[in-house]
């Protein structure tokens, strides 16, 4: 799928990269090559310190990452990434120019894509963990103005229910 790529964009993240004092493992021409919609790039500082830095390079996915932002600012502001065991945000960034965000690196592949653990070992630590998040996450206090800026949808118990039954057999599987 060939997609719009946000003009000047690789220079606007070579410039992003080196005023946080970042060496990227992936190039911004990787990416573009491929046809991502961003730019995912693990990071180290002078200290050897790891980083995730992701940014937007399609012109279409400018909202997504956004919205991800504005949660984890929400969450940072609320101090909810102590209970969560999930990447912490460092900083981000949401402008005309560039949309970007620096988490906490997190070591191994990624887990709990259509729930697919990836290592036997980590099932029952994944499960527990999110199991875990899913407790904290029911704590978020959420206001009716903040719902509008969050984005934040309640569903009704039914939906849920499908989705467990969707995705029951995949779950079992993996267990």
């Not at 919205?67 to 990447?87: A, D, M, P, S, W």
């Not at 945000?89 to 990624?110: C, H, N, Q, V």
């Not at 996450?137 to 903040?146: A, F, G, R, S, T």
Request: glycine letters at 4%; hydrophobic letters at 35%; aromatic letters at 10%.
């Amino acid at each position: 799928m060939n997609r719009e790529i946000i003009p000047g964009i690789k220079e606007v993240f070579i410039k992003e990269l080196k005023t946080l004092k970042l060496r990227a493992s992936i190039t911004v021409d990787d990416a573009i090559s491929k046809y991502r919609r961003w730019y995912t790039t693990p990071c180290t500082d002078a200290q050897n310190r790891k980083y995730l830095f992701k940014g937007v390079i399609a012109t279409d996915e400018q909202d997504v990452l956004r919205h991800e932002i504005i949660i984890n600012r929400y969450f940072k502001k609320i101090g909810i990434f102590k209970t969560l065991h999930t990447q912490k945000l460092k900083r981000s960034k949401i402008s005309e120019k560039s949309t970007w965000i620096l988490l906490e690196y997190l070591s191994g592949k990624p887990c709990g894509v259509y729930y697919n653990f990836t290592n036997g070992a980590r099932k029952t630590e994944l499960i527990e963990q999110y199991a875990q998040n899913i407790l904290s996450l029911q704590n978020v206090p959420i206001e009716k103005n903040q719902r509008k800026n969050l984005q934040l949808i309640q569903k009704n118990i039914h939906f849920y229910l499908e989705q467990l039954q969707h995705f029951k057999p995949k779950i079992t599987a993996q267990i």
